[in-house]
């Protein structure tokens, strides 16, 4: 019975080697928090170290097996020192999550060239650098999962932080095409795409009067994203969109531009309205 179909579900990830990127905060740690608890053996990766030794120490405490990793996902070599650590401990490579990613909002003449490549680097390059050393293996061994995290910026343009979008377009156009690439292997690959996250990120992305669009509607917690990979780990679907009904009409508005650039201006007023509160809240907070 139904009782059955979950409990195969659960054990879909006990004890499968799951590397998580960007594993220090937000998304990622959360991710790592739910996979605990279904019994995976998680490699927890990050370039902020002390952050990420903080998040494996606790997961530890509650039981979890954990390798913590520092590594860039930028450099491809230290993508091949991680994988060869992985394989020589594990002997395998069930799932990745690329996770990791940032976010420099402004004017995009304005932006400086480094932050430019940086977000470029790091979101899209990291995303594919990730892709290319897993699969190998995943193919070897005849079984494997990739997720890649994008957004629904990844679906509709944002003005303010268009590289950011245009990375996340990019993450979402080459996972796709991976996802068809692979259509006959027995490796899967998954997008998924959130809404804007309650997460240091979207903290810092406050500070910016340009990121109107990241705050249209209330912030998704963490621990609602990470349902979402886990769902894409679970299904064959191409792409997960979080919550499921924004995401829909993301992609119903991109079929229709002009729809869109219409409504711009009412969305950007809201997300205007949304910044100001946000920071009033905060200020007096403090």
């Excluded at 579900?9 to 937000?26: D, F, K, N």
């Excluded at 091949?80 to 992985?86: N, P, T």
């Excluded at 060239?113 to 940086?118: A, I, P, S, V």
Aim: proline share 5%.
């Amino acid at each position: 019975g139904l009782g059955d179909v979950y409990k195969r579900q659960e054990s879909m990830l006990e004890e499968r080697i799951t590397i998580i990127t960007g594993a220090a905060g937000g998304i990622g740690s959360a991710a790592a928090r739910l996979f605990a608890q279904q019994g995976a053996i998680l490699v927890l990766t990050d370039i902020r170290n002390k952050e990420l030794q903080e998040v494996t120490e606790s997961l530890k405490e509650s039981g979890a097996e954990v390798l913590a990793v520092e590594h860039d996902i930028r450099d491809p070599e230290s993508w091949e020192s991680l994988v060869e650590k992985v394989r020589g401990k594990y002997g395998r490579i069930d799932i990745l999550i690329n996770n990791a990613g940032v976010i420099q909002p402004g004017e995009a003449e304005k932006i400086s060239l480094d932050e430019l490549h940086h977000q470029v680097s790091v979101n899209f390059l990291g995303t594919m650098n990730g892709c290319r050393a897993v699969l190998p293996t995943m193919k070897t061994q005849g079984s494997g999962k990739i997720i890649n995290v994008a957004s629904l910026g990844g679906i509709v343009p944002m003005p303010g932080e268009a590289v950011y979008s245009a990375t996340k377009f990019a993450i979402r156009g080459y996972s796709l095409s991976l996802h068809a690439e692979l259509h006959h292997s027995p490796v899967g690959i998954a997008v998924v795409c959130p809404d804007s996250v309650d997460t240091p990120q979207l903290d810092y992305e406050l500070q910016y009067d340009e990121a109107v669009l990241s705050f249209i509607g209330d912030p998704l917690k963490p621990e609602k994203v990470a349902k979402g990979i886990r769902k894409a780990v679970r299904t064959k679907k191409a792409e997960v969109l979080v919550p499921s009904g924004m995401g829909i009409v993301c992609r119903l508005g991109m079929a229709f531009p002009r729809m869109y650039f219409f409504l711009l201006p009412l969305l950007e007023r809201i997300g205007s309205s949304t910044i100001k509160k946000r920071r009033k809240k905060k200020k007096t907070e403090k």
